[in-house]
């Protein structure tokens, strides 16, 4: 089975200095945003992350929600995206019923999470990115 990670570590070998991803006035190449990915991935990993776990994902459209998304399929593990759009007690709900062991996710959908009557479901691993990171 092709992993779409593979893809993503191919590009970079052999069209690494060509842009991958244009955001605003930003860009990347396929090389920077593999580096990107294997830092995030090393990260995961350090803190548990192994093949068939299952991280969950809130961002917004941007290129670390593609960051986000790419490192746990390095790994091996399931993504769980959760649209940015649901409303944090729907966000909490396929939180539990995913059985995700990980959360990345943008500050402000941390804040409205931890801010439900039940909070984050327990022994959840939280990973907060802000704005420039």
Not at 80 to 103: K, M, T
């Amino acid at each position: 089975m092709l992993n779409p990670a593979y893809f993503l570590t191919r590009n970079a070998r052999h069209f690494g200095s060509k842009v991958a991803v244009f955001h605003g006035d930003q860009s990347w190449t396929y090389r920077e945003l593999n580096d990107r990915v294997g830092r995030l991935a090393s990260a995961l990993k350090s803190i548990g992350v192994a093949k068939d776990d299952r991280v969950a994902i809130i961002t917004d459209t941007e290129p670390r929600g593609m960051e986000c998304m790419y490192a746990p399929l390095r790994l091996g593990a399931a993504i769980v995206p959760i649209g940015p759009r649901l409303h944090p007690a729907e966000q909490r709900y396929i939180l539990e019923n995913s059985e995700a062991s990980v959360l990345i996710c943008n500050r402000r959908f941390y804040t409205a999470l931890i801010d439900l009557p039940d909070g984050l479901p327990s022994g959840l691993r939280v990973i907060v990115m802000d704005a420039g990171e």
